[in-house]
């Protein structure tokens, strides 16, 4: 069965630090695979998404992940963190049918 | 344009009582589900939808059930809650072309069972 992991349950970072949220994917079939971010109160949007075009995905707010196969990862990342990227994170893998599995979060914490 | 509603958005109910959360989309969407999400545990399914009159257990059914009458709603239902089945559900829907797993999610119903 397709599944994620994410490391970390919560990461801290300073405005303008990096941001890097890790995942990694146990898949036995080539995965699509998502980052979701989550803000207070609301539902989950898509980021971005890997589908096999290109290992490098760019999403939306400057975002990027890196599909590697060598270390069945999927890590986000960000050069410069803005106090409105202080949100939940949810990496993803799709079963088949739209259907997603998601990892279990990592929250995203921005100090000034 | 809405996307994705759901109602209610809060509701509280004593152990044993039923209710029934309403997920409408107007994107004419042919996939829908619905999701639990629990502190530490990220979403979950519960059921899912391919499309009109079709429905689908997910990973963690039992408690629940489910119908597609209309191509634009989802409902889920709890029959008798448990203290178990309190937490926050999510409702998303998505296109049936290229299996590429964009969901478009609502804003989520609270759920309290005392």
């Known amino acids: 069965a397709q599944s994620v992991t994410q490391l970390g349950s919560h990461v801290s970072v300073s405005e303008g630090a990096l941001v890097l949220l890790r995942c990694n994917y146990s898949?036995?079939?080539?995965?699509?695979l998502f980052w979701y971010v989550q803000y207070p109160n609301q539902g989950l949007q898509l980021l971005l998404k890997?589908?096999?075009?290109?290992?490098l995905v760019k999403g939306i707010n400057g975002f990027e992940a890196e599909f590697k196969k060598s270390e069945t990862s999927f890590h986000l990342t960000k050069p410069s963190a803005h106090m409105s990227d202080a949100a939940e994170y949810f990496c993803a893998v799709n079963q088949g049918f739209q259907k997603l599995v998601f990892g279990t979060g990592t929250r995203l914490l921005v100090s000034p | 344009n809405a996307g994705v509603t759901q109602t209610p958005k809060f509701r509280v109910l004593k152990t044993g009582q039923s209710m029934t959360l309403l997920c409408a989309q107007d994107?004419?969407?042919?996939?829908m589900y619905w999701y639990r999400q629990d502190p530490g545990m990220g979403l979950r399914l519960i059921h899912y939808s391919v499309g009109e009159g079709t429905t689908a257990k997910g990973e963690v059914p039992d408690g629940y059930n489910v119908s597609r009458l209309k191509k634009q709603n989802f409902l889920l239902g709890l029959e008798s809650a448990a203290p178990s089945q309190t937490s926050v559900y999510f409702c998303?829907?998505?296109?049936?072309?290229?299996?590429?797993?964009?969901?478009?999610f609502g804003e989520g119903s609270r759920l309290t069972v005392l």
């Open positions: 998303a829907s998505s296109y049936i072309e290229e299996d590429t797993g964009e969901l478009f």
């Open positions: 994107m004419n969407h042919e996939y």
């Open positions: 890997y589908t096999s075009a290109a290992t």
């Open positions: 898949s036995s079939v080539p995965p699509y």
